[in-house]
């Protein structure tokens, strides 16, 4: 057990670095003003419209670093900074959740898979850390229970491990269209690159953590048997 919380506190540490940096990354390059002038409710428009979809709205919702698509609704759905700023950092983050809404209206085939795994991540997430906790309790009366709850958590951890294909691939066509438009041009295209990549590493941490976290549970499980 205080295996699993030296690794929950170093994950927790780092993903705090990560955030940190993302986050200071955000504020200079929002500070930095397009060429081309554009908001990011423009780009976000202009590379929907240019990719041929006519059916996604882009809303403003309230909150900091909020960004995000939602394939239910349509929307792509950008944070009062990102919507209406007119810098590198807007234009990075709106083309990047345009990237999603273009993977949705090509079926990527790792969003389908994530989607798929949305409502089972949903149920397991809601009752994983009661299930592990009295699984840990009562390993030596009842081990299957903690067996149940490494089944539900390596479940959250495939969803995590899905999600980075995913989130590098949005970059990937964000960072393609805007400099192929010149939506970004020069040191924009290197800054809005650097935004995005350590976006992305926030995915990244979240996966290792989940997947450390696992292995732990995994080899008390087993230890459990070999005492047995």
């Not at 990527?108 to 991540?121: A, D, K």
């Not at 989130?167 to 438009?181: G, I, K, P, Q, V």
Request: glycine share 6%; aromatic share 8%; charged share 15%.
């Amino acid at each position: 057990m205080n295996s699993i919380l030296l690794v929950s506190l170093l994950f927790v540490g780092i993903s705090m670095l990560v955030s940190g940096v993302l986050k200071s990354r955000f504020n200079q390059y929002s500070q930095m003003p397009l060429l081309s002038g554009l908001t990011g409710r423009e780009v976000a428009e202009k590379m929907l419209r240019e990719n041929g979809i006519y059916d996604v709205k882009v809303i403003s919702v309230d909150g900091f670093l909020t960004d995000h698509y939602n394939p239910l609704e349509k929307t792509v759905n950008l944070s009062p900074e990102v919507y209406n700023g007119n810098s590198i950092a807007s234009a990075a983050i709106a083309a990047h959740e345009c990237g999603h809404a273009v993977q949705h209206a090509t079926a990527y085939s790792w969003l389908m898979i994530r989607s798929r795994l949305v409502p089972v991540v949903q149920f397991s997430s809601s009752i994983i850390q009661w299930v592990l906790l009295a699984g840990i309790l009562m390993i030596n009366t009842f081990p299957a229970l903690l067996l149940g709850g490494i089944v539900l958590f390596a479940l959250t951890t495939i969803f995590s491990v899905v999600t980075l294909p995913v989130e590098f691939d949005a970059s990937n066509r964000a960072l393609a269209w805007l400099e192929r438009t010149n939506v970004t041009r020069g040191e924009e295209q290197t800054k809005a690159k650097d935004a995005l990549k350590w976006a992305a590493l926030t995915y990244v941490v979240a996966a290792l953590a989940s997947i450390a976290t696992l292995v732990q549970y995994i080899m008390i499980f087993l230890g459990s048997r070999n005492r047995n």
